[in-house]
């Protein structure tokens, strides 16, 4: 009995306040660099600097993406960061017990992949977020620029990934249960440590690379 109250706990007022805490965190960061304003600038543009944002945006992605920057000089970096965020982000939305319960949240049914999909996309993020740590960990520039945050953080991540891998493949009867509510019990850690993190990292993606975007079109330059 005490395992499913703890997993309507976990799964019910414990996400609901993550959710709460996560979206008025990344909204705070958010607002906060909108309302520093573009420098002021009175030179006449040479181009169209907001059209450039918008491409900066969009093509941003696929940059350095040549035979060289993948296989000789970043291939962990490139191959191991695009398998990870495809696995935890489809993970996220589109597994059938996922997708379940964002109709819950949000009331949008959304599409949801088969069971063979989502274990090739689990495998994958787990492998390629180990890779990554290593690599973090081993490279002499890396390990400079990562701090505990960053371990912390792909410990929290991994743990939700092998958890939800344990209790969709191999756990049975009460332990079901359990894995599960600890599954739960991860996710809204993560979610709670997310606008405290580097991990908010990805709210300043379109505000500074649209930025830089803006500011080669206001100068009329390519980037």
Same mark, same amino acid.
């Given at each position: 009995?005490?395992?499913?109250?703890? =997993?309507?706990?976990? @799964?019910?007022?414990?996400?609901?306040?993550?959710?709460?805490?996560?979206?008025?965190?990344?909204? =705070? #960061?958010?607002? #906060?660099?909108?309302?520093?304003?573009?420098?002021?600038?009175?030179?006449?543009?040479?181009?169209?600097?907001?059209?450039? +944002?918008?491409?900066?945006?969009?093509?941003?992605?696929?940059?350095?993406?040549?035979?060289?920057?993948?296989?000789? #000089? #970043?291939?962990?970096?490139?191959?191991?960061?695009?398998?990870?965020?495809?696995?935890?982000?489809?993970?996220? %939305?589109?597994?059938?017990?996922?997708?379940?319960?964002?109709?819950?949240?949000?009331?949008?049914?959304?599409?949801?992949?088969?069971?063979?999909?989502?274990?090739?996309?689990?495998?994958?993020?787990?492998?390629?977020?180990? +890779?990554?740590?290593?690599? @973090? +960990?081993?490279?002499?520039?890396?390990?400079?620029?990562?701090?505990?945050?960053?371990?912390?953080?792909?410990?929290?991540?991994?743990?939700?990934?092998?958890?939800?891998?344990? +209790?969709?493949?191999?756990?049975?009867?009460?332990?079901?249960?359990?894995?599960?509510?600890?599954?739960?019990?991860?996710?809204?850690?993560?979610?709670? =440590?997310?606008?405290?993190?580097?991990?908010?990292? %990805?709210?300043? =993606? %379109?505000?500074?690379?649209?930025?830089?975007?803006?500011?080669?079109?206001? @100068?009329?330059?390519?980037?």
């Amino acid at each position: 009995m005490k395992d499913v109250v703890f =997993y309507d706990f976990v @799964r019910g007022p414990l996400l609901k306040f993550a959710l709460f805490v996560f979206f008025a965190g990344i909204s =705070y #960061r958010f607002f #906060r660099v909108v309302f520093l304003g573009l420098p002021a600038d009175y030179a006449k543009p040479k181009g169209n600097p907001y059209l450039m +944002a918008v491409k900066k945006i969009i093509i941003k992605p696929t940059m350095g993406w040549t035979f060289n920057e993948i296989f000789s #000089r #970043r291939a962990i970096n490139f191959i191991g960061g695009f398998l990870f965020h495809l696995g935890f982000l489809g993970l996220t %939305f589109f597994v059938p017990a996922h997708a379940l319960l964002w109709k819950e949240i949000i009331g949008i049914s959304l599409p949801v992949m088969p069971s063979l999909i989502g274990d090739i996309l689990t495998y994958s993020a787990l492998g390629s977020l180990i +890779a990554l740590t290593l690599h @973090r +960990a081993l490279n002499p520039v890396l390990k400079l620029l990562t701090g505990k945050d960053e371990y912390f953080a792909n410990l929290l991540v991994a743990l939700i990934l092998f958890t939800g891998l344990l +209790a969709n493949k191999w756990a049975g009867g009460g332990l079901y249960i359990w894995l599960l509510s600890m599954h739960m019990l991860l996710a809204d850690l993560l979610i709670l =440590y997310i606008p405290f993190s580097r991990l908010s990292h %990805f709210v300043y =993606y %379109f505000l500074s690379v649209g930025f830089m975007g803006w500011n080669a079109g206001k @100068r009329g330059v390519s980037f």
